[in-house]
């Protein structure tokens, strides 16, 4: 059976490198953040604070 030539191991490299790549990019860009409404930002940061009476 013969080996694959090198150059072709090469070209098989690449195409897996930039089919990955371009995945990872289209996923990272495809997917919108979700903006959170002005009171769910205050009613996040308005935790009780914790006083320890010991």
Do not use: G, H, R
């Not at 090469?10 to 979700?34: A, D, E, Q």
Request: net charge positive; charged share 10%.
């Amino acid at each position: 059976m013969p080996q694959m030539a090198p150059i072709s191991w090469l070209v098989l490299f690449l195409v897996f490198s930039v089919t990955l790549i371009l995945f990872n990019i289209l996923n990272y860009y495809c997917t919108l953040p979700k903006n959170l409404s002005t009171s769910e930002k205050e009613t996040s940061f308005n935790s009780p604070s914790l006083n320890w009476k010991w």
